[in-house]
């Protein structure tokens, strides 16, 4: 069975720095073809593409927040760490993680997702 | 980024209806579509891939198709626990950009 649980602080200061984490079973970043994304959803707006770890420890971002983001994985610890620098009020929502299969024709899929976290950030 | 649109926006309707929600894409994603189901508080599920796969365990009633930039989802048959929030992601090039949701009412 998989799972995937997001965990990290609820209220952040405007300005700092968050820090979540993924923690997973079922599943393991040293196998080739794995990974795990980074995807936040704030009120009233669309889910958004925040980063991706391969399991060879590639790395993509979104673009527009790329600057401001680092998604690291501890294979041991079956963690994924996601850090957001700079956090801004727009920032607040709710930030999941989910799990990518790589599928034979090479199309990537996200069919488990974490339940959640939710990060306010305010002053 | 690829953007991503929906119509429509929300859509009421009834048990036993026919539901079809449309997704287009800015730019050609070729096959590389997926949509999902979100209920509130909850995560997104995977209901169908590469736009006409279904995923393992979703029901039958749940049907998609397309290709490029104009896509569908079809429900056939509405049921109960069928109304929630409707959400397709392009798979073709990271950022996979999502739509904005249609949201399946009672009526």
């Known amino acids: 069975q998989i799972t995937l649980k997001e965990s990290g602080p609820a209220l952040v200061r405007p300005t700092q720095t968050v820090t979540l984490t993924c923690t997973f079973s079922?599943?393991?970043?040293?196998?080739?073809?794995?990974?795990v994304g980074w995807i936040r959803q704030s009120p009233g707006k669309a889910l958004e593409w925040l980063a991706l770890?391969?399991?060879?420890?590639?790395?993509r971002y979104s673009p527009s927040l790329e600057s401001r983001l680092t998604i690291t994985k501890d294979t041991s610890k079956n963690h994924v760490v996601l850090t957001m620098t700079n956090l801004d009020p727009v920032d607040s929502g709710t930030y999941f993680c989910?799990?990518?299969?790589?599928?034979?024709?090479?199309?990537?899929?996200?069919?488990?997702w974490g339940p959640g976290t939710l990060v306010t950030v305010s002053s | 980024d690829i953007q991503m649109t929906q119509s429509p926006f929300s859509v009421s309707a009834s048990v036993g209806d026919r539901v079809t929600i449309t997704c287009r894409a800015s730019?050609?994603?070729?096959?590389?579509l997926a949509w999902y189901q979100q209920k509130p508080g909850k995560a997104p599920k995977l209901l169908i891939y590469e736009a006409s796969t279904l995923q393992s365990g979703v029901p039958s009633r749940f049907s998609g198709s397309g290709s490029g930039t104009d896509f569908t989802l079809t429900i056939s048959s509405l049921q109960p626990e069928d109304f929630a929030t409707y959400i397709c992601?392009?798979?073709?090039?990271?950022?996979?950009?999502f739509g904005p949701g249609t949201k399946v009412d009672i009526k």
């Open positions: 730019q050609g994603v070729s096959n590389w």
């Open positions: 770890i391969y399991w060879d420890d590639d790395r």
């Open positions: 992601q392009q798979a073709n090039t990271f950022p996979f950009t």
């Open positions: 989910a799990q990518r299969v790589l599928m034979p024709n090479g199309l990537s899929i996200y069919p488990h």
């Open positions: 079922g599943f393991s970043l040293r196998n080739s073809g794995e990974g």
